[in-house]
Nanobody
Framework: QVQLVESGGGLVQAGGSLRLSCAASGSIVSIITMGWYRQAPGKQRELVAA???????NYADSVKGRFTISRDHAKNTVYLEMNSLKPEDTAVYYC???????????????WGQGTQVTVSS
């Protein structure tokens, strides 16, 4: 079994900051990519940021310069530092991990349960 547990969401005023954390645990062989997606009401889930095991990162254009993703490989944890938050950043944020587990040495995506981020104007 593999679990992703998120923390750090909440309510913040526009211009404020939040830090999200996501820890992966269980029968993990290797994590290829960890990232964050978000889904606002009535919209599709979209990629916010991702970080590969090799150190490369990828950001949505809407968050470049404001959000920073980082990983602690020893702890199988990914962080999302969100600064200069805007009301349009309001969404449920989901942690994602593309990993290989001991269950048949299979590779697949895993998802966290989601954490709400609300930015008031």
């Amino acid at each position: 079994q593999v679990q992703l547990v998120e923390s750090g969401g909440g309510l913040v005023q526009a211009g404020g900051s939040l830090r999200l954390s996501c820890a992966a645990s269980g029968s993990i062989v290797s994590i290829i990519t960890m990232g964050w997606y978000r889904q606002a009401p009535g919209k599709q889930r979209e990629l916010v940021a991702a970080a590969s095991s090799g150190g490369s990162t990828n950001y949505a254009d809407s968050v470049k310069g404001r959000f920073t993703i980082s990983r602690d490989h020893a702890k199988n944890t990914v962080y999302l530092e969100m600064n200069s938050l805007k009301p349009e950043d309001t969404a449920v944020y989901y942690c994602n991990a593309d990993l290989i587990s001991f269950m048949g040495l299979s590779r697949r995506d895993y998802w966290g349960q989601g954490t709400q981020v609300t930015v008031s104007s």
